[in-house]
């Protein structure tokens, strides 16, 4: 059995975040496990959603909290999602690319369908926030954050910032260069 239980927050250019995710075949402790980590991790780093490649884990794996609390977070497993209604921008951040911000243009509803940790297929439909975050964390399981859905100029703005984080990872990690 993998073992989860000491996950951390992976930031870019962590290459796990620009893979996409593979689906869970089975839903076991493990991924029980995996589940609450995910929940620890995006409290403690004060965000209102994790998807599993955020973990370092490549599986089709969210969670969501409107509010960032561990009560009121929620688990999706191999979600697929429909968004609806109007587009709206609105900025937002992402807990793996620490200082960076960008107005991101997203539908302002959306249903999601997914497994919960038993394994039972649920729908659930979301306007603002919440339905914000579905999109926000189904794009981290195609391997796609933030910085790929910025305008140009948010991207300039972002750029001495994502530089710094391949530096720093870099420096971490001296064999992958
Ligand atoms: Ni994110």
Redesign the pocket.
Known sequence: MPDYKNCTITRFPEPVLSKPAQPIEKIDDAIRQLAERMKEIMVETQGVGL?GP?AGVNLQIFVASPDGTKENAKVYINPKIEPDGPMKSVEEG???LPGIWGKITRYTRCTVHALDLDGKPFTETAEGILARIFQ?EYD?LQGM??KDRMSIPAKLRARKKLKQLQDDYDEKNPSSQ
């Open positions: 998807a955020q992402c807990l793996s926000h981290h954050m933030i």
